[in-house]
């Protein structure tokens, strides 16, 4: 995960600077704010835990102990 996080991080900061170059640094600048309110909604989308963990939680023998 980590290195994905770090590669789209990478791509944000070549896009970001790209459209700096292309317009001005402020409007540049005004697009970081943006990509996170357009994450926020996939973010809620995300389950709380990974999904094999509840197929998992119903299978696994009871502790003995």
Do not use: E, N
């Amino acid at each position: 995960m980590l290195g994905l996080a770090v590669g789209v991080g990478g791509m944000g900061v070549a896009v970001t600077g790209w459209i700096a170059d292309m317009t001005t640094l402020t409007l540049g600048l005004t697009t970081i704010p943006l990509a996170i309110v357009l994450a926020v909604p996939l973010f809620l989308l995300v389950p709380p835990y990974p999904p094999w963990k509840s197929f998992l939680r119903g299978r696994l023998p009871p502790s003995r102990g």
